[in-house]
């Protein structure tokens, strides 16, 4: 009895092994393949706040080769409600997952408007941007002496438009002044398979900020179909960039099989391109514009599929 006993706690060792072994802090992060995107929502406007309601886009645009690997280039950008135009990219760094699926990080450009590799700082040795060590609860380490990570749990639940997701990674960045003391404290939970699906910023004077993964795309290869993850709702995105000069990027989601009309129209209401106009099944596209025919200025594009209809402004300035 004693020896069948400890063959099945071997056994369940082993599969515990397999299982702490068998995921990689990657499988939790967005993959870093052009074309990824996560789009999430900022919606309340608090009381004498400057944090404005905004939709944050995370994407993934293009490779650049560092240190003898292919890193691709993630841009986060935060669009405004109330200025659009004005919108610049907050951070750019070129990411890549490593052979033990670390995602690590070899280059960024800490300020500025410019998102190109000849702008940014280099690291190395690369630094573990979303390090293995983020699947474990309670780890902590220090980023210079400016900046902590801390894992608080492995195993959170978060429901948000785009969905519901189990057990999510949950990170809390935390901003030090030169006495140690916290300044801002940035929460993240990241679910698998998908990236960050819910933020929550922390600002002391009472100001506290939350943003909802609206829609994602999370293609894994280069070999992969774009819509290899069947949205749950309709979706029409702000198109980037915006402004734009001469070209932008348009994306959108439907969730059943139908017919799509996509169309570009001038600030009199008359239609001035037809993009798409048929039959699409379920999934996210993603479709590009070139505006070099018409003039500068401001446009709408709408979209319309069974029920569901759809506008957004942008604006192209030549």
């Not at 780890?139 to 210079?144: H, I, M, P, Q």
């Not at 749950?232 to 139908?258: D, H, M, R, V, W």
Request: aromatic share 12%; charged share 15%; net charge neutral.
């Amino acid at each position: 009895m004693k020896h069948y006993l400890l063959i099945l706690t071997i056994f369940a060792l082993l599969s515990l092994t397999n299982t702490i072994f068998s995921q990689t802090a990657s499988d939790y992060f967005m993959p870093p393949v052009p074309g990824n995107y996560l789009n999430l929502r900022t919606n309340i406007q608090l009381p004498n706040s400057t944090w404005g309601t905004r939709t944050t886009r995370y994407y993934f645009d293009e490779t650049d080769f560092i240190f003898g690997h292919n890193y691709v280039r993630s841009v986060a950008v935060d669009i405004m409600d109330n200025a659009p135009s004005d919108s610049i990219a907050f951070q750019v760094v070129w990411l890549r997952q490593d052979s033990l699926g670390n995602i690590s990080c070899a280059a960024m450009i800490m300020n500025g408007n410019s998102k190109n590799l000849d702008s940014a700082t280099k690291i190395y040795p690369p630094f573990g941007w979303f390090p293995n060590e983020f699947l474990t609860a309670g780890y902590s380490r220090l980023v210079g002496n400016q900046m902590k990570d801390s894992v608080i749990s492995v195993t959170e639940s978060i429901t948000v438009p785009a969905g519901s997701f189990s057990n999510c990674i949950e990170v809390c960045s935390m901003n030090l002044d030169s006495t140690g003391k916290i300044t801002l404290r940035d929460y993240a939970w990241y679910a698998k398979g998908v990236g960050i699906v819910y933020e929550m910023r922390d600002i002391p004077a009472n100001q506290v900020h939350t943003a909802e993964l609206q829609s994602y795309r999370s293609v894994t290869s280069v070999n992969d179909n774009y819509s290899s993850i069947t949205p749950n709702a309709f979706s029409l995105e702000q198109n980037y960039p915006n402004p734009f000069n001469p070209s932008t990027t348009i994306n959108y989601s439907i969730p059943k099989a139908g017919n799509v009309k996509l169309s570009v129209y001038d600030i009199t209401g008359s239609k001035v391109a037809s993009l798409v106009d048929e039959n699409k099944p379920a999934g996210s596209y993603s479709i590009h514009f070139n505006g070099s025919n018409l003039a500068s200025g401001i446009y709408m594009y709408r979209m319309e599929s069974g029920a569901y209809t759809a506008s957004r402004k942008f604006i192209l300035i030549k």
